[in-house]
């Protein structure tokens, strides 16, 4: 009678551990900040993102209920030089590469003659493809055409908050951001 008793409990761990596992598969990739802390993401994003931004921060208000986002909006080259001058940010949101390696110490002397040191390069992510700045584009754009890019986010080193700062990043590569980027016309890069 013992031995079936404690053949069953075996059983019924080993069945929790397989399901707790399995849940943990079907999880996002991102783990939200305790929804009981209050914190304050500071974003610097390229204009061009104004209604993607506004959407993914209300969206991810209902993981992350405590937390207040502020977007500060313009052009990627004038944040980036914000940035290299010391502005406290906690992510920084590209609208060309150029001025992502600008900030990433990873990046060689040709693309970051400054040796600027101001982004977590291990959270440097692609996030969306879309109509960019057409002052950026290498290349005159035929009549009619749209110059596309790559939209880049990256933690900022001056970040006081770099777990709450990557989980943001992470959400938005996430399934649950999709919507948000399809309906201002961009395509996400999905982790």
Known sequence: MQYKRILALL?????MFAF???????????????????FVLD?????ELVGVMSDLAYRYSTYAPRASIRITYDEGAVLAAKIEAGAVCDIYVSDDNRFM???DQECDEEKNPN???KIVSDTRKDIAVGPGNEKYAEEE???????????????CRTTGI????EQFILFMLSEDAKEAYEAYGYEQIAE
Do not use: Q
Not at 43 to 47: K, L, M, V
Not at 141 to 155: I, M, N, P, R
């Open 11 to 15: 059983t019924a761990v080993t069945l």
């Open 20 to 38: 707790t596992a399995c849940k943990k598969e079907e999880a996002a990739h991102y783990t939200p900040a305790n929804p009981n802390e209050e």
């Open 43 to 47: 974003i610097y994003a390229s204009d």
């Open 101 to 103: 390696d600008w900030l």
């Open 115 to 117: 040796h600027n040191d």
């Open 141 to 155: 754009l035929a009549e009619g055409e749209v110059y596309t890019t790559t939209f880049s986010a990256a933690v």
């Open 162 to 165: 770099p777990y709450e700062a």
